[in-house]
T-cell receptor
């Protein structure tokens, strides 16, 4: 398996623009997580899905953030409108069962100018 | 609020030295995971500890889980430049929501 695949690897956008981050989890994994990593706050969980259903979105910072998982092999994280303080590395991770090993993608480095 | 404190935040040493990094929680761990993250990559699981007092070894890395399951340590013997990275500990969240909460990590630099 190729592991968790995220795209794009890097994204530079202007403030106010819509940004969509994409994730393909490992086949057969039924939990998917979106994390955001910054120097100040470390690795923060934004939202996680179990069997394509959002279970906990308490980490989503604002209504500007939304996430979907239309099927077991694809998820998106959307920011609309984007702001400079959204600049961070966004990771997607998947696991076979909740609380077992989380397999991370390589991340998307987002810069909002 | 569940907190995971990692120390030190930064550590820079010479190749061949030994080091220990720590992870402490405000609550009892049900289990604890250690991850290593290399620059430009996502974190990768090193080990999971479950039982109080447990010691696990992974080559030159020794992981210890405190008897009271509120703290854990990672000891590296004879560090190599390839050990450079961010070391993160993670524990399951409390309160019924099954998710992993991460500490901020220890950024280790091993100089040649």
């Amino acid at each position: 398996d190729a592991g968790v695949i995220q795209s794009p690897r890097h994204e530079v956008t202007e403030m106010g623009q819509e940004v969509t981050l994409r994730c393909k989890p490992i086949s057969g994994h039924n939990s998917l997580f979106w994390y955001r990593q910054t120097m100040m706050r470390g690795l923060e969980l934004l939202i996680y899905f179990n069997n394509n259903v959002p279970i906990d979105d308490s980490g989503m910072p604002e209504d500007r953030f939304s996430a979907k998982m239309p099927n077991a092999s694809f998820s998106t994280l959307k920011i609309q409108p984007s702001e400079p303080r959204d600049s961070a590395v966004y990771f997607c991770a998947s696991s076979l069962l909740q609380l077992t090993e989380a397999f991370f993608g390589q991340g998307t480095r987002l810069t909002v100018v | 609020t569940q907190l995971l404190e990692q120390s030190p935040q930064f550590l820079s040493i010479q190749e061949g030295e030994n080091l220990t990094v720590y992870c402490n929680s405000s609550s009892v761990f049900s289990s604890l995971q250690w991850y290593r993250q290399e620059p430009g990559e996502g974190p990768v699981l090193l080990v999971t500890v479950v039982t109080g007092g447990e010691v696990k070894k992974l080559k030159r890395l020794t992981f210890q889980f405190g008897d009271a399951r509120k703290d854990s340590s990672l000891h590296i013997t004879a560090a190599q430049t390839g050990d450079t990275g961010l070391y993160l500990c993670a524990q399951p969240s409390q309160g019924g929501s099954e998710k992993l909460v991460f500490g901020k990590g220890t950024k280790l630099t091993v100089n040649p």
